[in-house]
């Protein structure tokens, strides 16, 4: 039963912008933290960013730092991954995930609901 529904994934070329969406099915998850990871192949699953329950706490990867931004909308009950300057290193299958705690883990084992995953690909 998924919960959880990425979208707004593609293939880009090298220095542009995809947002990514993360929104939930069959039930709400207004007062989780969410974050997302992704997944090259060949390689672990990594976090890329996270947001607490309420927005005041935000957390990311020193190799998207300036250049992804994570936030929520409420009232949808949804979080965006807005990544702008892409590279070919950004490529990867990109997961959103929940948990509930009052913090920003960045360990994949805190978290409980995992959506399915969409493709980013950058093209050099």
């Known amino acids: 039963q998924v919960q959880l529904v990425e979208s707004g994934g593609g293939l880009v070329q090298a220095g542009g912008s995809l947002r990514l969406s993360c929104a939930p099915s069959?039930?709400?998850?207004?007062?989780?933290?969410r974050g997302w990871f992704r997944q090259a192949p060949g390689k672990d699953r990594e976090i890329v960013a996270a947001?607490?329950?309420?927005?005041?706490?935000?957390y990311y990867a020193d190799s998207v730092k300036g250049r992804f931004t994570i936030s929520r909308d409420v009232a949808k009950d949804t979080v965006y991954l807005q990544m702008n300057s892409l590279k070919p290193e950004d490529t990867a299958v990109y997961y959103c995930a929940a948990q509930r705690t009052t913090l920003v883990p960045t360990s994949s084992t805190v978290y409980n609901y995992w959506g399915q995953g969409t493709q980013v690909t950058v093209s050099s």
């Open positions: 947001i607490s329950w309420n927005g005041a706490y935000t």
């Open positions: 069959g039930r709400t998850f207004s007062s989780y933290g």
